[in-house]
């Protein structure tokens, strides 16, 4: 259930300028535009939902750094920012692997409202680990907040969140605001589509 006041964008692959960025050429489904503007949209969503309260940010490495000090810049109301690393696979890569702290807490929740911000949610996995951990570590309520949404056939979500920036195509490989090409593009202001994944081979 979603408690954004702005409707959720879908987007298509349909006719999307390309552009090369750093010699790689990406396909841009989401412009920076459009991108700092949905930003702005949920941070104010964040603002009335959290009424008089001042909630944690919590981005969760490394993706949702970008998006989680993109949110805090546009947020009216006082806030604290920190980050948690999570990893639920381990060297099983099963979802029933015990989730793994990568990095700790970087502020205290506890008896706070939080926010937990991805720049991605598909299965929801680590998302979901990273509910819990907030939870056990004394957070009084954890709400989820996404810049990007893809559904994967199969595949069903296991978390719900709150606000959602995008719904992209489950078959896009999106880069760009967080997300990464083998480890490189995490601060490309727009959301791209390598035209040849294997550029960077």
């Known amino acids: 259930m979603t ?8 987007v298509t692959l349909n006719w999307c300028p390309t552009i090369v960025y750093k010699g790689v050429e990406f396909q841009i489904i989401i412009s920076e535009e ?3 503007m949905r930003l702005r949209e949920m941070a104010h969503d964040i603002a009335i939902v959290s009424g008089e309260s001042s909630p944690v940010i919590v981005g ?8 989680a000090t993109g949110i805090s810049r546009e947020l009216s109301i006082r806030h604290q920012l920190g980050f948690v690393g999570v990893s639920s696979y381990g060297d099983s890569r099963s979802a029933e692997h015990n989730p793994t702290i990568t990095n700790d807490l970087s502020c205290p929740v506890s008896g706070k409202k939080v926010w937990l911000v991805e720049d991605i949610v598909e299965t929801g996995a680590t998302v979901r680990d990273a509910v819990n951990y907030l939870l056990y570590k ?3 309520e954890v709400s989820i907040c996404c810049l990007l949404s893809k559904v994967v056939p199969g595949k069903p979500c296991v978390v719900s969140p ?18 990464d090409l083998k480890k ?13 994944r294997q550029s960077l081979a």
Do not use: W
Not at 60 to 67: A, D, F, H, S
């Open 3 to 10: 408690t954004s006041q702005y409707e959720t964008r879908k």
């Open 138 to 140: 004394g957070a009084t």
């Open 162 to 179: 709150q606000i959602i920036g995008f719904v992209v195509p489950h078959d896009a490989f999106v880069v760009g605001c967080g997300l």
């Open 184 to 196: 490189f593009f995490r601060e490309m202001p727009f959301i791209g589509v390598p035209v040849e």
């Open 34 to 36: 459009a991108v700092n």
């Open 60 to 67: 969760v490495l490394n993706g949702g750094v970008y998006i």
